[in-house]
């Protein structure tokens, strides 16, 4: 640590570690059972908020500057620069009006897309606020789950595997604690922790009393009491370092910035091309020239498009929040429309991780269990007789002495804290009146790794272990089996007949908890000597119900073309067990040992059929995963524990359990599931791809109507030279369309009806298509062939529109106005043709019925108010309209025709064969 960061900070506070427990209680005024909430309180108050305030993010006014830092409006700016020039020519006006409404239009643009960025950045903080990590403390002797930002100096936390660390601490208890401090140190291994008190020197990294903010529990837990918080713990010191990379754009966002820069070349060679001719092939002046240019880039350009992208975006994560998906960054709304595999735990996602005891087998005999869920009456059978609980104590006692779940205090929602697997085995304990009562001296605890747990406790000076896990991770330790109160040799006839049970038990869907126990003479011995030589002492078998409408949101993702693989670390029959109910394929099931044995090749091979892997450990997870990933396929996975964070990082879409999880996967993924249940994964990906398809048809809306604009005023200004030189090359405002003109269409016209294209509902059939190919583009040839379709027919059409009206009328105006109306009727009409694509009923939004209801409206005003001595336009008359009606309608069904025809030949967005 640096000695800046030391002078920085509360002197009286850098020693912590130095002295002893009872005195950094004591200096802290708290004791072992924390403070009181009234203290809590009060101490925050006094010392503000748990919180690192970091260096000042994107300012507004950054924010709305850069709205204008594109080429597309670099290009507008020039256009509306080129509109004043003119005006310093001899014998022209400049033109206000056009100049004037160019940067009006821009500066609305820039603060729409201002007010857009700035909600999306708001409503993406919002959601990290809700996944804001929370942290256990004792407040009034009890434990309490409070937010990590209203921990205070003098709390005691209480840390578990798995859990951040919400400030800087003094431990007072620990149990095989570790921690990964690298966001700190840089060290990434993890360090382990003890209690005594340590030289005044000791290095920050060495310091092995201390935990730190911003650094992660990774195994065993403990407790600590709080020392220092906010900016004066040592991340605050270097608070600078750590801020969090801010967000970079999404892929579609890319996509979209790419699009503009192509366009921003695409109008500089159409410009310069229209100069040459214009210049060499007919008689046009230079302002002429000039205002063609601005003309065409002012049409080209897709003024609202950015804003709506990141609109849509922003929306679509709000509505997946509702449905219990929270969104950690904006770009999974599109990967998920991607994803063609999912790979996800069991117990918890597709079950409901309510387990209560069923069956319990103990010497020769198995035994039945009655009482549903947490109730606590219950009865042991045998052959449908009702037996003594006294026959089953040691197994039940090991069951509730092995233990860290606890009763909840007369807490009215939760009856229980703690694992539902421990919960069940207190419950059947509590069946025969046995409480967890005993004094635990030591624990080694359980790891998905080893699968199994131990405790030491004392009775009486003398010291017993407990041991619990997965049936065989017991039975390997075991040398001995209790059988009628004799402790007998455990034989391998007897260890296969327990293996056996084991089997039986799990093909019925039971997960399956093997007992044992031993005496201890050095309670203080190594963990391995600790757990060998034990005397085995019988099974519990407990049931954990499938959610309901799992077995349903499996089959519609397979419809969606999506694999579902399961990988538990439960037995290998309880999965297929459980899998066969709810729709998986158990056949060539494998568990972790076999995954272990294939080569990297083979595991490819196999992963592409398998759908059940048992017995996984979160490594073995990472290899399916990585198979998968090499095999081509876009993966989701789920995951909770914490050595599940480096799989939930690398998958396509990593996804944390919110209400199971821990701090540090939710950190690693990129969707918290709020229920940790699978129905939300279907849910969150019909969203994502529905997301997608609207995203398509407002680009394609807005793109089509560009290249109508574009072809139209190119193409017009040269057919209008050559059959109307008097009028084209005298005039100089001789333009088909004027600059304001299409900043209209492009803004409010459409502008409206694309808000409301990126609400629009799902298609009904967004789970019955194949996934899209993780680097499909938006403008695929389906929506390019579309743009150009739409693009090439309002040109011509537009195009007889104009200079039949000019030849008959002998009005430049006439003509304009004709045409420009024309563009904004025939544009609504467009929208339902593209909309068809994605089978969506005419009336099916109401937003997008208001859009094109008030773009129309707005339209007429402009056409008979006063507006219209601003844009240049005169009232339509009747015959003028029944033309415009005539035309619109050539282009609307010719484009309807036209689509169909290229569904045929490229394959529709639906799947309606
Ligand atoms: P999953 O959550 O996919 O079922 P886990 O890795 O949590 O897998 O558990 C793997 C196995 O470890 C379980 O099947 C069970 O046999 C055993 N096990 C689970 N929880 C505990 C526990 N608290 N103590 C001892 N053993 C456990
Ligand atoms: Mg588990």
Request: overall charge negative; proline content about 3%; some cysteine.
């Amino acid at each position: 640590m640096s000695t800046e960061t030391e002078a920085e900070r509360d002197t009286s506070g850098d020693d912590w570690h130095t002295r002893s427990v009872d005195r950094v209680l004591d200096d802290l005024d708290t004791n072992e059972d924390g403070l009181t909430q009234a203290a809590a309180e009060s101490r925050l108050e006094e010392h503000g908020k748990n919180e690192i305030h970091e260096g000042e993010g994107v300012s507004p006014v950054e924010l709305f500057v850069s709205q204008f830092r594109d080429v597309l409006i670099y290009i507008l700016i020039f256009a509306a620069l080129l509109s004043l020039a003119v005006g310093f020519l001899p014998g022209e006006d400049p033109n206000y009006v056009d100049a004037g409404l160019i940067l009006l239009i821009l500066l609305g643009n820039g603060i729409f897309g201002f007010v857009q960025d700035y909600r999306a950045e708001q409503a993406m903080e919002k959601l990290r606020e809700l996944s804001a990590p929370e942290t256990a403390v004792l407040r009034d002797g009890e434990k309490r789950t409070v937010a990590a930002t209203r921990v205070v100096p003098g709390d005691i936390v209480v840390i578990e595997q798995g859990d951040a660390i919400p400030a800087d601490a003094r431990l007072i208890e620990v149990t095989n604690l570790e921690t990964m401090e690298a966001p700190l140190t840089g060290e990434s291994a993890g360090v382990a922790k003890e209690t005594g008190a340590l030289d005044a020197a000791t290095p920050l990294a060495e310091r092995s009393n201390m935990v730190y903010m911003n650094t992660d529990a990774v195994k065993g837990h403990g407790k600590a009491v709080v020392v220092e918080t906010g900016m004066n713990t040592e991340v605050g010191g270097i608070a600078s370092r750590i801020q969090e990379a801010k967000e970079g754009k999404t892929p579609f966002q890319e996509e979209v910035d790419e699009l503009g820069r192509r366009i921003g070349y695409g109008v500089g060679a159409l410009i310069a091309l229209v100069v040459v001719v214009q210049f060499l092939f007919t008689e046009a002046d230079g302002i002429a020239i000039l205002l063609t240019a601005v003309t065409l880039a002012v049409a080209a350009v897709p003024e609202g498009l950015p804003a709506v992208v990141t609109l849509t975006l922003a929306l679509g994560s709000k509505k997946m929040v509702e449905k219990n998906a929270l969104v950690r960054r904006l770009a999974v709304v599109e990967s998920l429309g991607s994803v063609d595999v999912i790979l996800t735990d069991k117990t918890g996602t597709l079950t409901e991780n309510r387990m209560t005891v069923k069956r319990i087998a103990f010497g020769d005999d198995v035994y039945q269990v009655s009482g549903a869920g947490l109730d606590l009456e219950g009865e042991f059978r045998r052959d449908d007789e009702t037996v003594d609980p006294e026959t089953l104590e040691p197994v039940l006692r090991c069951g509730a002495f092995c233990n860290n779940a606890e009763r909840a205090p007369d807490s009215e929602d939760e009856e229980y804290y703690g694992d539902p697997t421990e919960v069940a085995l207190l419950v059947s304990a509590e069946k025969a009146g046995i409480k967890n009562d005993a004094e635990r001296v030591r624990e080694v605890p359980f790891s998905s790794e080893r699968k199994r747990m131990t405790v030491v406790v004392e009775a009486g000076g003398d010291h017993v272990a407990y041991t619990k896990g997965a049936p065989e991770t017991v039975l390997e330790r075991c040398d001995r089996v209790l059988v009628d109160g004799e402790m007998r040799e455990l034989t391998d006839e007897t260890r296969r007949q327990i293996l056996e049970r084991t089997e039986s038990f799990a093909g019925d869907a039971l997960r399956v908890i093997g007992f044992a126990r031993k005496a201890v003479d050095d309670p203080d011995a190594d963990e391995d000597s600790l757990e060998r030589g034990l005397v085995f002492l019988g099974l519990q078998g407990m049931i954990d119900p499938p959610r309901a409408e799992v077995d349903e949101a499996v089959t519609d993702c397979r419809d969606a073309g999506i694999r579902v693989v399961m990988a538990t670390g439960d037995n290998l029959e309880t999965a297929k067990a459980i899998g066969e109910e709810i729709g998986f394929d158990p056949d060539g099931a494998m568990t972790g040992a076999d995954v272990e044995g294939l080569s990297d090749e083979e595991l490819q091979k196999a992963v592409e059929d398998i759908e059940v892997f048992a017995r996984v450990s979160p490594d073995h997870k990472v290899r399916i995963l990585e198979a998968l990933q090499a095999n081509g396929h876009r993966v989701a996975m789920t995951g909770d524990g914490v050595n599940d964070a480096p799989g939930v990082r690398n998958a396509d879409v990593g996804i944390a359990m919110g209400i199971r999880g821990t701090d540090v996967t939710q950190e690693a993924s990129d969707m918290v599931l709020q229920d940790d249940n699978f129905v939300t994964i279907r849910d969150a990906i019909a969203e994502g791809r529905g997301i997608f398809d609207n995203i398509r048809k407002f680009v394609n809306l807005l793109l089509s109507a560009n290249a109508g604009e574009v072809l139209t005023v190119f193409a017009g200004v040269l057919v209008g030279s050559i059959l109307f030189p008097e009028l084209f090359a005298a005039q100089s405002e001789a333009l088909i369309l004027t600059p304001v003109m299409l900043l209209w269409i492009n803004l409010v016209t459409d502008g409206l009806p694309a808000l409301a294209l990126g609400v629009d509902p799902k298609s009904p059939d967004v789970l019955e298509r194949e996934p899209r190919e993780s680097n499909e583009p938006v403008i695929d040839t389906r929506v390019l062939v579309s743009i150009l379709t739409i693009g090439v027919t309002l040109t011509a059409v537009g195009l007889v529109v104009f200079f039949e009206a000019l030849a008959t009328f002998e009005e430049l105006l006439v003509a304009q106005t004709l045409l420009f109306t024309f563009f904004v009727v025939s544009e609504m009409g467009i929208i339902q043709v593209i909309r068809r694509r994605f089978g969506q009923g005419l009336l099916s939004n109401r937003w997008l019925v208001g859009a094109v209801v008030t773009s129309l409206i707005l339209q007429l005003l402009v056409l008979y108010t006063p507006i219209a001595g601003l844009f240049g336009v005169y009232g339509i008359g009747l015959s003028g309209w029944v033309n415009i009606v005539a035309a619109v309608s050539v282009v609307v069904v010719g484009n309807y025709l036209l689509s169909m025809a290229a569904d045929r030949l490229l394959g529709a967005e639906r799947s309606n064969d």
